[in-house]
């Protein structure tokens, strides 16, 4: 059944609200060859986002190919180096002849190989004959953008969840190289591909981009922009309306606070709202929505607390109470943090498990705003403000 509240899978079109400035932005930056990075917890609508910004430059007729890859499952640079393959020239060819002819014309000279019946038992285009060295990783690497010449248009290439690289033995040497791709395609001339690196683990993404300095003014960070909330009360008034339900706004932006406006867990919540409700929806309907989203999401917090030591748990504590500074003796001896020194060490393990992050002004902040009702609410049964 159709709905107006999607969380299901990402959005485009009419269900896209919010953010439309940002796809402009966006696909310029792209459209001018400019490889883009960008970082948020999950489901904040980065996929959302790429894929409006993409169905927008179509429409303004635009020619080029995208090739999105997972790396969520990636662990060694073998499995990257030939998913990356595969992927990019599924995007351009479609027969087994086609695949072996580019094969032949780019990786001429390295490891990767057209296997006819590894191609039939697994549909995996790419595969090597040997342990990879540094020629086939820059030849890999360097293939999307040799694509695209062949092809005559630009290819954007989507590597998403590239946090997980980092799990890779060589995923040092698989940036480094990266870099060098990189500069490479700084002032080329003609179509070439524009790299977009998407991360759903915000500290693991700072880690490679920002502590570790990797691709260093090579891209460029885009950053989510919140949506307002006058927006996503519109959005869920429409919403109602369409189904002959109406609902007090003041009750809307009282949500809005709760989720901290975060559209994955508003749609959610309204769609069990819809689904609950006929004609008027009262704030007891929307009680016991939250009631239903808490009993969904509680087994996973559960499992987040349960693996915090009790130190974790008191800085984590100390956070909710609104403190910024946590070396001081007061703050210490009252959440049992031990010393200034293991204060750090904390602090490091709750970004670690992706709990909180640091803002620009380097005050902390919880990552998930469900995970803080609960947690506030529940488990330390602090008061609470929606």
């Known amino acids: 059944m159709d709905t107006p509240f999607v969380y299901d899978k990402y959005v485009t079109g009419k269900n896209f609200i919010g953010r439309k400035s940002s796809c402009t932005v966006l696909g310029n930056l792209l459209s001018q060859g400019e490889h883009v990075v960008i970082w948020d917890a999950p489901k904040t609508g980065k996929t959302s986002l790429i894929q409006q910004t993409m169905w927008n430059l179509r429409i303004t007729g635009k020619q080029f190919t995208v090739c999105e890859i997972s790396l969520l499952n990636i662990r060694d640079a073998a499995t990257f180096l030939t998913r990356l393959g595969t992927t990019v020239l599924r995007s351009v060819a479609s027969t087994p002849d086609e695949y072996a002819r580019l094969m032949q014309r780019h990786l001429a000279g390295t490891h990767f190989v057209f296997d006819q019946r590894v191609y039939s038992e697994k549909d995996q285009i790419v595969s090597l004959d040997w342990d990879i060295d540094d020629t086939d990783i820059m030849a890999m690497l360097r293939l999307p953008s040799r694509l695209a010449q062949d092809g005559m248009q630009p290819l954007f290439l989507i590597l998403d969840e590239f946090q997980s690289l980092a799990n890779c033995l060589q995923a040092e040497k698989i940036w480094k190289a990266l870099e060098q791709v990189l500069s490479e395609s700084r002032g080329s001339q003609g179509n070439t591909c524009t790299f977009l690196f998407v991360g759903s683990m915000v500290n693991a993404m700072k880690e490679i981009f920002v502590t570790g300095r990797y691709f260093y003014r090579q891209v460029t960070r885009f950053q989510l922009p919140p ?27 009282g949500m809005c606070r709760l989720f901290k406006n975060h559209l994955w867990y508003i749609n959610h919540f309204v769609a069990i709202c819809d689904a609950k409700s006929k004609g008027y929806i009262v704030e007891s309907t929307l009680m016991e929505a939250l009631s239903a989203m808490i009993s969904i999401h509680e087994p996973r917090f559960k499992s987040i607390v349960n693996n915090l030591t009790t130190f974790q748990l008191g800085l984590l504590k100390a956070i909710l109470d609104g403190h910024m500074k946590f070396s001081s003796s007061e703050v210490i001896q009252k959440y049992a943090l031990n010393s200034s020194a293991n204060v750090k060490r904390l602090k490091d393990a709750l970004m670690k498990k992706e709990i909180i992050t640091f803002d620009e002004k380097e005050e902390p902040y919880l990552l998930d705003p469900l995970f803080e009702y609960w947690v506030r609410r529940y488990y330390f049964e602090m008061e609470t403000t929606s």
Request: charged share 35%.
């Open 227 to 253: 949506v307002e909330e006058k927006e996503i009360v519109e959005h869920v008034v429409k919403g109602f309306l369409s189904g002959g339900k109406v609902i007090d706004r003041n009750l809307l932006m």
